[in-house]
């Protein structure tokens, strides 16, 4: 989408009283109130406060619908005063917005009004007219300035200039290089009044005692001596004469007018060093090194900066300088964009610009004024801009594009120091121009070697193991943000585990809780395609019980081969025990398996025997350590073959205490030595009704201590959730068993609960005056705990009759019929009596209402089992 | 108090305990630099989260600009609402009036998108009623033209404050699923106002998920256009944030017929009761045991960040000053349930009723301020010794100028403070800022 004509997609501008707000704190003891609704000073503040990290305090007179009617001087009279009297600020910038200068506030006549009123208010007070509709926050800012001069400067124009003052307009720039301006005016010797000075008042320093009303800016005494300056230059080319504070000087003063590019890159610096030379400034040999050093530097990086294809937008003369810097170091700048309307931008820029392209045999560049960021990022994508330079509000764009975006200008809000940046001066022009040329320097140096692979040798057709581990959340540690299903399709098991019973799943994967529903590989596909739906990032489908994959092998064959027909992307992965791994091992490699659990406890038959009871295999029961040893003997070589043909493999190991914690290193070191990928150590838990379940649990360090001990000879899976099906969205069955024997205890006793009515407003705790209500949440409790009913409106249970006091009263006992106790946080006494006699018990509480609840139950059978006694 | 207190803000600002209650539900007192927003940025932070909708400003531009991305809502589907569109206004329109742009630019907005919106709301901001425009009309002729529905949410700053934008977008939801009113029962909940800020939308729809109660609808976090006309199906609907949402909770019941009930997702007793409490409400045995279930295994959890913490926190004083009334309540008893004390408790629009509450929950003598503004949040927090403060993006320069440690707890955030996940991150973010070493070398060296 690109340049839409009747619609603004993304403004790259803000609104005329943001930028004036911003002028006005430039001057000392300076306060700003906006003309209008209370929102247009919250938000201006809010994206000041979050650009410069410093308090912003702009004051609103805060226009109702009455105002907006009748008019706001009320509001606004009373608005100075209140101003005045909490900051008793030295100047007063009135800004109109949208809604004063549409219903035609006149506010010079007010602030008139208001000093008639008020002769000893000691503020200057500055109107300014700032429509949001009349410009940007550019216009606005010069606008403010110029009002400001405009209500300060007075008197006869001066027939002696004073020797060697210059007035200096500065734009929105930066309180660091507003602090850099100033001081580069001092080292040259050259006497100057600046206006604004935002260099303290936006980016102070922090106090002992935190000043409300700033103390830095521009006096406005400075600003009187300005009719008598020699010169006035503004850094502003494309401001129209009526906002320009220098064109009112010359015009009113005869203070000769001098309109210059930002002091920014080679040129712009040269340009405003000959000025005041002319003056009778004087360059420092420090400044003239530092010259020296740019230059230098502009050598040392000039290939870089020739890969760059820049897309920089902001405030025209802020775009401009930027477009001065990029050229001169043979960056082209293929996109130069401005939000504002502004006339003589293209023809500015453009002759720079197309040389520099040119000479790049770059083949295409725009320059927009009066442009949005839907534009701005469309025109980056077609003439390939690789940086972007300008406000935080890039951000999004760049992001879309894969490109860095520099920020400077306003606002920044993504980052620290708006303040802060830099840009003008050859240390703030450095500055920005390493940015520029480390950006290309790392473009290169993330990319060179991908692409040149990529298109000079042949890229692998499979999947390899490397993006098969990254894509599983199992092997990447969770970091991937792959999510993955299981699928619960084999019921039955082929061994008998001591820590298993057969009325639960499989503890391999899935923990102990009540056993899941069996699915058909129909109902698995359904499944799978339903979570697929709603879940992007699912990957990978699993079996993982609640029995044994391989022991229910042709459920497992006809499910992978349903869900590889609908989702050919799929990653599958199995778990299993390991008996039948030898004889399916290369069938699942060709069913397209990339990923297998095993669960091997020990490699040792005699442990083994004292874990598993039997072994179901090809037709036959082995019992004892001839089980074991079978399953052993299986599950080392089932590992090898599948990890052989590609798959990768985890080693699933049950920490049984005083069993088999003797021997995990060994199995660590097999797993390894047979191609696993890591070892998974779990803790055992204990299930009721298991053989093993009085067997101690592994403390949290004892588990740490193991995987630790077997950390040199393979990798220790650390990140295991036990996530179980959960990555699907089933039940997550592991909070159930562990507040299984809790919720046991907590039997709600229904005989001998009692009901309550509770007055609560926020609805969480007892908040509300009985009177008030006119609804109830009703409760039942037992005492220990509670039990929600309902909420019940009293309307509901109006008789039909007249809604007097008596009617009321009748309705309330009517909804309060089947309640024991009333909870409210304030009682009157009549009520209070009225319930009583109606036999509800009146409470007072102002605590959580479950609590509240419980607590009134209990004191209520107390007192009964006390009566009754 | 001070000299820096305006007359007229007396009223409004008292110490805990105090006979007489906070003054507050008033207009802003011109010139005393509030910390309002107004009813445009309440209509739109509400339904800005609606992920699929387009939502142009119709208006000068400085609306759309500075809520342009507003706020940290998530989105599983559509990005449009990460968009800000402006009719952005000139002189000349105003003058000659915005309608025939309005309707421009619905159409060139409709022609030019790949996957045009099938949902657009067109709010009014300050001037449009000023200089005559018919948004109505516009909105009823483009949304004939184009066949979806393009709803006015007429919300000039001036008519209000932020609550009265909230009832705005209330009723604009209204306005687009009244149609879809009459539609089979399903089991299931709407979870109201939550707006899905880092995810907690999310989070706490995983919550219900979990002990098997399906979340139907979710307005507005992460809602489309398309998952905002099943609500009326629901068979109730839980409402988070109450200044924001109640109002249409309301309006479903009367109209619709769904119950409602009021929760809240913040600290640990909070969440564990809204979750039973929605359980018992729908009156399954087995969900309000699974709830007490899993309520009681997370409470558990919970209480182990608090006893980790709570040594750092315990005696430390809190000042907070927030949106609404609702959020200050749920933070007063999450810093008090780590042992803290509170000193200062304000917000920006306050009803009279949690004025209430808070005086009677906070500790005795502790500042209750409605509608403050930066002097007197200044003023209090230095008298008081506040150690850390709570508020949005304009009040954290203040604090840390007072060397006040600071809790982001606005809709920028990037961290859920939601859900039992939000616990932690609570925890851990007033332990990051309080005992941060930078106060204690500010504290020498300023």
Not at chain 1, 280 to 303: P, T, V
Not at chain 1, 540 to 562: H, K, M, S, Y
Not at chain 2, 27 to 38: I, K, L, N, P
Request: charged share 25%; hydrophobic share 40%.
């Amino acid at each position: 989408m690109s340049n839409l004509v009747n619609i603004n997609v993304n403004p790259c501008k803000m609104c005329m009283p943001m930028g004036a707000a911003m002028a006005i704190a430039g001057f000392k003891g300076a306060m700003s109130i906006l003309h209008g609704s209370q929102g247009c000073a919250t938000y201006i503040r809010r994206h000041m406060a979050t650009h410069f990290n410093e308090p912003i305090d702009i004051a609103s007179s805060a226009l109702s619908e009455e105002g907006a009617v009748f008019g706001g001087e009320k509001n606004l009279q009373k608005g100075l005063d209140n101003l005045i009297k909490m900051y008793h600020p030295q100047v007063i910038g009135v800004c109109s917005t949208c809604l004063a200068e549409t219903i035609g506030e006149d506010l010079k006549a007010m602030i008139k009004r208001f000093h008639e009123k008020n002769p000893g208010s000691g503020a200057s007070i500055i109107d300014v007219s700032s429509p949001g509709y009349g410009g940007t926050q550019n216009e606005g800012f010069f606008r403010a300035l110029r009002a400001i001069v405009e209500q300060t400067v007075s008197g006869a124009p001066h027939k002696a200039r004073e020797g060697g003052l210059i007035n200096i307009v500065a734009p929105m720039i930066s309180p660091a290089d507003t602090r850099w301006l100033k001081s580069f005016l001092n080292e040259a010797g050259v006497r100057s009044i600046l206006i604004p000075d935002i260099s303290d008042n936006l980016d102070g320093v922090a106090q002992k005692r935190y000043e409300r009303l700033k103390s830095g800016g521009t006096p406005l005494s400075d600003v009187m001596r300005m009719k008598s300056a020699e010169i006035t230059l503004e850094f502003s080319e494309f401001i129209s004469e009526k906002d320009s504070p220098g064109a009112f000087l010359r015009d009113a003063f005869g203070v000769p007018l001098l309109r210059l590019p930002l002091p920014t890159g080679l040129r712009g610096m040269d340009r405003f060093i000959d000025i005041l030379c002319a003056y009778g400034g004087k360059i420092s040999a420090e400044h003239a090194k530092e010259r020296g050093r740019y230059l230098d530097a502009m050598a040392d990086s000039h290939k870089a900066n020739a890969k760059a294809r820049a897309a920089v937008f902001g405030d025209p003369d802020f775009v401009k300088g930027i477009v001065s810097l990029c050229c001169e170091n043979g960056a082209v700048p293929v996109l130069a964009a401005t939000g504002s309307a502004c006339a003589g931008f293209k023809r500015a820029l453009g002759g720079e610009i197309e040389k520099c392209a040119q000479n790049a045999f770059a083949e295409g560049f725009e320059i927009a004024d009066d442009c949005d960021f839907s534009t701005i990022e469309h025109f980056c994508g077609k003439l390939g801009a690789n940086i972007m330079i300008g406000s935080s509000d890039g951000r999004r764009a760049a992001g879309r594009l894969g490109i860095d975006l520099i920020r400077r200008g306003f606002p920044i809000h993504d980052h620290v120091g708006g303040q802060r940046t830099r840009t003008l001066g050859f240390d703030g022009s450095l500055g920005m121009l390493d940015e520029i040329s480390n950006s290309m320097l790392s473009r290169t140096e993330e990319n060179f070697r991908r692409v040149i692979y990529n298109e000079h040798f042949k890229p692998l057709k499979e999947i390899s193991k490397k993006e098969r581990l990254e894509s599983h959340p199992c092997f990447s540690g969770c970091a991937s943000q792959n999510a993955r299903i299981h699928l619960p399709v084999a019921p039955k098991c082929n061994i008998q585990c001591g820590y298993c019973k057969r009325s639960f799943d499989c503890p391999n994967e899935s923990r102990p809780g009540a056993a899941s529903k069996v699915l058909s590989p129909n109902e698995a596909l359904e499944r799978y395609k339903r979570f697929k739906k709603n879940c992007k990032n699912l990957t990978v489908a699993g079996i993982a019980g609640p029995g044994d994959a391989l022991a229910n092998f042709d459920d497992t064959r006809e499910t992978i081969r349903l869900i590889k027909g609908c989702d050919p992307q799929v990653m599958l992965c199995l778990s299993t025990n390991g008996l039948m791994l030898p004889i399916y091992a290369a069938e699942l490699i060709k069913l397209g398996v990339g990923h297998m659990t095993v669960t091997v406890n020990t490699v040792d038959p005699s442990v083994g025997a004292k874990i598993i009871s039997y072994a179901d295999f090809l037709g036959r029961r082995f019992t004892g350590e001839a089980a074991a040893g079978l399953l052993i003997a299986n599950q080392l070589s089932g590992i090898k073959m599948a990890s052989e043909m590609g798959a990768v493999i985890k080693v699933n190991c049950v920490a049984l205490k005083g069993i088999n914690d003797g021997c995990i290193e060994e199995v660590s070191k097999k797993a390894s030595e047979l191609g696993a990928y890591m070892v998974n150590i779990m803790p055992h838990i204990p299930i009721k009704g298991s053989q093993l379940e009085c067997l101690e649990k592994m403390s949290v360090g004892e588990l740490e201590a193991l995987r630790t001990t077997c950390e040199p000879f393979a990798r220790q899976m650390r990140h295991c959730r036990q996530c179980s099906a959960d990555a699907a969205g089933t039940l997550d069955m592991d909070f159930f068993s562990a507040s299984e024997e809790r919720s046991a205890h907590q039997e709600f006793d229904t005989e001998n609960t009692k009901r309550f009515a509770v007055a609560s407003k926020s609805g969480i705790i007892v908040d509300q005056h009985f009177g008030h209500a006119e609804e109830f949440l009703i409760f039942d409790s037992d005492g220990a705990s509670s039990r929600f009913v309902e909420r019940r409106k009293i309307s509901r249970y109006c008789g039909g009759a007249e809604c007097d006091e008596e009617g009321k009263w009748a309705k309330i006992l009517k909804a309060l019929s089947d309640c024991d106790g009333v909870l409210a946080v304030r009682i009157g006494h009549a009520p209070e009596e009225k319930l009583r006699a109606s036999g509800i018990v009146p409470i007072r509480a102002c605590e959580r209402i479950e609590g509240a609840v419980a607590a009134a139950a209990g004191s209520l059978r107390e007192a009964e089992s006390a009566s009754a006694l | 108090m001070a000299a820096s207190i305006l007359e007229e803000r007396k009223s409004s600002i008292i110490l805990s305990g105090a006979k007489k209650g906070v003054s507050c539900e008033k207009e802003s007192v011109s010139g005393s630099v509030s910390q309002r927003a107004c009813v445009f940025c309440g209509a739109r932070v509400v339904l800005n989260p609606i992920t699929d909708a387009c939502h142009i400003v119709h208006g000068p531009i400085g609306c759309a600009s500075y809520t342009w991305d507003i706020r940290g809502s998530l989105t599983s589907g559509g990005e449009a609402y990460r968009n800000s569109y402006s009719t952005d206004l000139r002189e000349t329109d105003i003058v000659f009036g915005g309608e025939k742009k309005l309707k421009a630019a619905i159409d060139e907005l409709m022609e030019s998108e790949q996957k045009p919106p099938k949902l657009i709301f067109v709010y009014a901001t300050c001037i449009v009623g000023v200089i005559g425009d018919d948004v109505e009309a516009v909105c009823r002729e483009s949304q004939k033209k184009w066949g979806i529905r393009v709803i006015p949410v007429k919300a000039p700053g001036f008519s209000g404050t932020k609550s009265q934008g909230y009832k705005l977008a209330c009723d604009a939801i209204m306005d687009y699923i009244s149609p879809f009113a009459r539609q089979p029962a399903s089991f299931g909940i709407n979870i109201l106002g939550d707006y899905n800020l880092a995810g907690e939308m999310w989070i706490v729809k995983g919550y219900f998920e979990k002990i098997g109660i399906p979340v139907i609808s979710t307005i507005t976090g992460d809602a489309s256009s398309e998952s905002l006309i099943k609500a009326p199906s629901a068979s109730l609907n839980v409402v988070q944030c109450a200044g924001s949402a109640s109002y249409l909770a309301q309006r479903m019941e009367a109209e619709m017929g769904v119950p409602w009930l009021k929760a809240s997702f913040y600290g640990a007793q909070d969440i564990s009761s809204s979750i039973v409490r929605v359980a018992d409400a729908l009156k399954d045995a087995a969900i309000c045991e699974k709830a007490r279930a899993f309520t009681a295994y997370e409470s558990e959890r919970a209480r182990s960040v608090i006893d980790k913490y709570k040594p750092r926190f315990e005696g430390k004083k809190a000042a907070i000053f927030v949106g609404g009334g609702f959020k200050a309540i749920s933070l007063i008893r999450q810093f008090k349930e780590f042992g803290m004390k509170i000193v200062l408790v304000g917000t920006q629009t306050g009803k009279r009723d949690e004025y209430d509450v808070i005086e009677s929950i906070a500790d005795d003598g502790a500042v209750v301020l409605d509608d403050a503004n930066p002097a007197e949040l200044e003023q209090f927090m230095a008298e008081k010794g506040a150690d850390i403060l709570v508020g949005g993006v304009k009040e954290r320069p203040l604090a840390y100028k007072l060397g006040v440690a600071f809790l982001d707890h606005n809709h920028e955030r990037k961290h859920p403070l939601a859900g039992y996940i939000g616990i932690e991150n609570f925890a851990s973010e007033v332990n990051l800022s309080m005992n941060s070493p930078v106060w204690h070398h500010l504290g020498m060296h300023c």
